[in-house]
Structures are given as C-alpha cells and as structure tokens.
C-alpha cells in the first residue's frame, strides 16, 4: 500500500510528501485563494503520466543499447469545460535524439511502456483517450 502526506501551508498552497519523504509544492489560482506558486495537481498528473511512461521508456532503449543524447517529452490534455473538467483526451509526444535511432526500437519501446508496465498509462486509460507518437532527431541533421 502506497500513503503520501498532504499539509495545508495557506489557500490552495499544499505540501505533499510520499514515501520517499521529498516535500512536493501545489498550489491553485489566484481568483481561488492560490497563490500561483507551484504546480496544480493536474499538471502533476501529467508529469506523473510523463515520468512514468519515460522511465520505462528510457530504461527499455538502454537494454537495446540505443544511445541518446536527449529525450524529452510533451503532453497535451483536453478536458471538459464543466466541473469535474476532467481529462478527456490525453496525447503523449516523445522526442529522441540521438545517431542511428532505429524506429522499430522506438515503437516497441513506447508500446511496452503503454500497454504493459506503466501503472500511470493503465490507470488513465479507463478514464479517458491515450494517444501518443514520436519524433526522431538524428544528431548529424541537427549539426549540418
């Protein structure tokens, strides 16, 4: 069983700790007694969602022995205009780069992550649409 920690520090600003005991800020808007100065909780989502598709990601091109020199992602969400605004649709762009990044080793890679080893990605897709895709940046175009 997982438990985190969760302390109003005024407003919407919130700490949040988990069991590895690292203090993370949240906070709200403004207009709803916020103060702005950290991330909402649906962002956090999206990082949760990121980070979590990513570690398997990167771990999976290390066993197949691609190198990169960097990877990043984006990730858009759509959500409802009326309250709960719930995510309807979530889309994932994973960008390598990086010399000889073979495409089949890209997809089999994010197909793993997606289908199955991130709990994030499992959890979300009952809730709403997960769609991703993929760019690869070969170092020798970007230095030319």
Same mark, same amino acid.
């Given at each position: ?45 999206? !990082? ?24 990043? !992602? ?71």
């Amino acid at each position: 069983m997982k438990q985190v920690h969760i302390r109003q520090v005024d407003g919407l600003t919130f700490l949040a700790k988990g069991e590895t005991n690292h203090w993370i800020p949240i906070d709200g808007p403004k207009e709803f007694h916020g103060s702005a100065a950290a991330s909402r909780p649906k962002e956090l989502l999206l !990082m949760a969602l990121g980070s979590c598709t990513a570690s398997d990601v990167d771990s999976i091109l290390r066993k197949k022995k691609v190198d990169l020199d960097d990877f990043t !992602m984006e990730i858009t969400g759509e959500d409802v205009e009326t309250y709960p605004k719930v995510f309807t649709k979530i889309h994932i762009t994973y960008i390598f780069t990086g010399t000889n990044i073979q495409e089949k080793d890209v997809e089999r890679a994010i197909d793993l992550s997606q289908n199955k080893y991130c709990p994030i990605s499992a959890m979300l897709r009952h809730s709403c649409k997960i769609t991703y895709s993929y760019e690869i940046i070969e170092k020798d175009k970007m230095e030319s």
